[in-house]
Structure formats: C-alpha cells, structure tokens
C-alpha cells in the first residue's frame, strides 16, 4: 500500500488549496481513505474520510462548509477541497487508509488507519 500527498502550500486566509493523495498496491474501492492533519504542539485530528465501497462521508465540525473530500476510483484518488482557509488550518496533511466498508469514529475519529501517508504542509497566513 502505498499514498502519496501532494498540493500543500502556503496560502492566505479566505483562499484555497485541493489536496490530493495518489494511491496504489490495493483494492481502492474496497477501503476508507481520510485527511488527518497534525498542528505544531498538537494531536492529530481526522479531518474528513469517505468509504469508496458505500460513498458517505465525514467531517470534523471545524471544517464542514468549507472542505469536501471527494474520491476517484478509476483513478485511485482521493482529494481534499479546501475553501476558506483559516490560520487555524495550518498543519501537515496525511492520507491515510484501511480496508473498510462503513464509516465508523474508529477510523474517522480515533484514526485507526493502517497505512499513511507522508504528508504535506499546509501553511495559512492571516
């Protein structure tokens, strides 16, 4: 298993990045894949995540209305639209995935992922 981030940057507040985590060595449209991001200092928090087998989705409060996770399985990528950045959003970005089915806080929330990414910066000035 293999995911590889792309599209961090720097950006003002108010703009907008789209993430994107390329991925390959598994059955894409048999797993969950998330956004985890970890701030300077802080935990790591599950940003969003979206079953490829059933299509729903997830999102921490903080970011619901302004990012979209969003998933191509001819592809096998899954993207992060980011709008209306905040300072707040700056942290490093990781894909992350296991073979699951059904949306559950064990993956989304506790990040109970398997495999990850290495991540991407993603850095909002005020």
């Known amino acids: 298993v293999q995911l590889v981030e792309s599209g961090g940057g720097l950006v003002q507040a108010g703009g907008s990045l789209r993430l994107t985590c390329r991925a390959s060595g598994f059955s894409f449209g048999e797993y969950i894949l998330g956004w985890v991001r970890q701030a300077p200092g802080k935990e790591r928090e599950g940003v969003s995540c979206i079953s490829n087998g059933r299509g729903s989705t997830y999102y921490i409060d903080s970011v619901k209305g302004r990012f979209t996770i969003s998933s191509d399985i001819t592809e096998n990528t899954v993207y992060l639209q980011m709008n209306s950045l905040k300072p707040e959003d700056t942290a490093v970005y990781y894909c992350?995935?296991?073979?699951?089915?059904?949306?559950?806080?064990?993956?989304?929330?506790?990040?109970?992922?398997?495999?990850w990414g290495q991540g991407t910066q993603v850095t909002v000035s005020s």
């Open positions: 992350a995935a296991v073979r699951a089915r059904y949306l559950t806080d064990r993956y989304c929330v506790q990040l109970q992922y398997n495999s």
